[in-house]
């Protein structure tokens, strides 16, 4: 398939070399222009037919406009780029509108998206002990431009469907108000930012004896491009808003 690369950084640069061992061509490497946000004028000049399915993997102030662009030139999309997700509502409005193809994960890696499904369960487990305080510890590079990051988001998201009593979550991090860190109706995020770490994600329950902890580590980006070049083979021909579920099979959770 011919590839559009959306964000040709740490993992756009990934991504296109397991794209290529898997036998698929780069249409196109659209980075920062000299304006802000993508030079679409430069995406203008590539024919319709020329791009099978685009992978945006960029920034958050970035993500939108480029989803919104190739939506509307109907190319089917698989986005990995966190921290826009007040736009949610729009893009897949949009992606409707367009009878689009719209495929969107916090994270792509298989390891990450079994860990999701181990903190659900664990999160059923721990409805009985209330005893147990539960918080989560993200630690990611020091590039990272967002707090927490999408998939400490979509861990606390797990808890709270799981876990009642539970209703939001709060980082201090990006909230700069440690007061909102002691509140008992919320799933406490740390951010961390570290050397090169690629993503770790602890998810940890605490009484007052003991504790339980579930923790994923990354060793590299690897795991989060081939996610992301499975599904960009998987949405082709396809119509609609996915996630890792689709694609992985609900197997029950
Ligand atoms: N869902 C998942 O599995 C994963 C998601 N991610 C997410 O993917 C995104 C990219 O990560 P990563 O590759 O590490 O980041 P990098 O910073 O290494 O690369 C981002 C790319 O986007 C470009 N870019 C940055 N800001 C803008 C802007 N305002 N307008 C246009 N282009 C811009 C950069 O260009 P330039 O170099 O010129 O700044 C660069 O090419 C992040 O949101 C990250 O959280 C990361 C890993 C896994
Ligand atoms: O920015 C990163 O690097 C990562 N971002 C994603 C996130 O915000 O969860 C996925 C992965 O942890 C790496």
């Known amino acids: ?44 000049a590539i024919p319709t037919d020329a791009v099978d399915v685009a992978i945006e993997f960029s920034s958050p102030e970035a993500a939108v406009d480029n989803i ?8 089917p999309i698989v986005c990995g780029t966190t921290g826009w997700l007040g736009h949610r509502a729009d893009i897949e409005q949009l992606c409707q509108e367009k009878n689009g193809a719209f495929f969107y994960a916090s994270n792509y890696s298989i390891g990450v998206n079994l860990f999701f499904r181990l903190n659900k369960t664990l999160a059923r487990f721990m409805r009985n002990y209330p005893s147990y305080h539960v918080s ?16 400490a988001i979509t861990l606390a998201e797990g808890v709270m469907e799981n876990l009642p009593g539970k209703h939001r979550w709060v980082n201090k991090e990006a909230a700069g108000d440690e007061s909102l860190i002691d509140s008992t109706d919320a799933v406490e995020i ?8 690629p993503g770790t994600h602890t998810v940890r329950y605490d009484s007052d004896v003991d ?30 808003i996915f996630g890792m579920d689709d694609l992985l099979g609900n197997d029950g959770f």
């Open 1 to 44: 398939m011919n590839i559009l690369l959306l964000g040709y950084g740490k993992m756009g640069k990934t991504i296109e070399t397991i794209a290529l061992d898997r036998g698929h061509q780069i249409a196109a490497r659209v980075d920062r222009g000299d304006a802000p946000g993508y030079n679409h004028t430069d995406l203008e």
């Open 136 to 151: 989560m510890t993200e630690i990611h590079h020091t590039e990272k431009k967002d707090a927490p990051s999408g998939t």
């Open 211 to 240: 504790q339980i902890e579930i923790t994923h580590t990354a060793h590299s980006r690897q795991g989060f491009a081939l996610g992301a070049v499975v599904a960009a083979e998987w949405i082709i021909g396809r119509e609609g």
């Open 68 to 75: 919104n662009y190739c939506l509307t030139r109907g190319w």
């Open 190 to 197: 740390e951010s961390l930012r570290e050397g090169v770490v």
